[in-house]
T-cell receptor, first 111, second 115 residues
Framework: RKEVEQDPGPFNVPEGATVAFNCTYS??????FFWYRQDCRKEPKLLMS???SGNEDGRFTAQLNRASQYISLLIRDSKLSDSATYLC????????????FGDGTTLTVKP | DAGVTQSPTHLIKTRGQHVTLRCSPI?????VSWYQQVLGQGPQFIFQ???????GRGNFPDRFSARQFPNYSSELNVNALLLGDSALYLC??????????????FGPGTRLTVT
């Protein structure tokens, strides 16, 4: 079983739709969590950190559920420019320098 | 300010050869991490360095090694290249190391092809 698991999708949604991605992690000692976005053949770019209280940045909302060991990302009012792969990232309590990435969820927003 | 830079951008090598990839972090960042990304998968952690010391190591063979220099730049070395080493190699820099909320910023990567 992978340490960080994501539904690979693809998610195909129309512009204006609301879409949600989930990510589960296996190590209960995990301490910090992030969402990154990666465009085709480009480097990952930080989208947002995921704090225990949850956080919101414009159309994007991230939530953390430590009891169930999952992280979610909600995108409201989808834009064509949101089309990308979304990567969930977890940093463990041990091996402090290691960040573990999921394999990503692909989103395509269509006109 | 300049972001994370990596060189070269593309590289073609043959099996058995050696390769050195280079990374310069964002100014002021002391931590550099290396990742390997194959098509269809997320980046896989190889190493993290902080203040020239190794702080983390992923599940990669000893053919992979790295180091960090006093100016915080870093090199990733891969010996005895295999076809399976073909991937995008990403470097990421962050202010600090550890399990805190230290955000990583990625360079554009080096695309290595082994033939």
């Amino acid at each position: 079983r992978k340490e960080v698991e994501q539904d690979p999708g693809p998610f195909n949604v129309p512009e204006g739709a609301t879409v949600a991605f989930n990510c589960t992690y296996s190590n209960s000692a995990s301490q910090s969590f992030f969402w990154y976005r990666q465009d085709c053949r480009k480097e990952p770019k930080l989208l947002m950190s995921v704090y225990s209280s949850g956080n919101e940045d414009g159309r994007f909302t991230a939530q953390l559920n430590r009891a169930s060991q999952y992280i979610s990302l909600l995108i409201r009012d989808s834009k064509l420019s949101d089309s990308a792969t979304y990567l969930c990232v977890v940093k463990m309590g041990t091996n402090a320098g290691k960040s573990t990435f999921g394999d990503g969820t692909t989103l395509t927003v269509k006109p | 300010d300049a972001g994370v830079t990596q060189s070269p951008t593309h590289l073609i090598k043959t099996r058995g050869q050696h390769v050195t990839l280079r990374c310069s972090p964002i100014s002021g960042h002391k931590s550099v991490s290396w990742y390997q990304q194959v098509l269809g998968q997320g980046p896989q952690f190889i190493f993290q360095y902080y203040e020239k010391e190794e702080r983390g190591r992923g599940n990669f063979p000893d053919r992979f090694s790295a180091r960090q220099f006093p100016n915080y730049s870093s090199e990733l070395n891969v010996n005895a290249l295999l076809l399976g080493d073909s991937a995008l190699y990403l470097c990421a820099s962050s202010l600090e190391s550890g399990t805190g909320w230290y955000e990583q910023y990625f360079g554009p990567g080096t695309r290595l092809t082994v033939t």
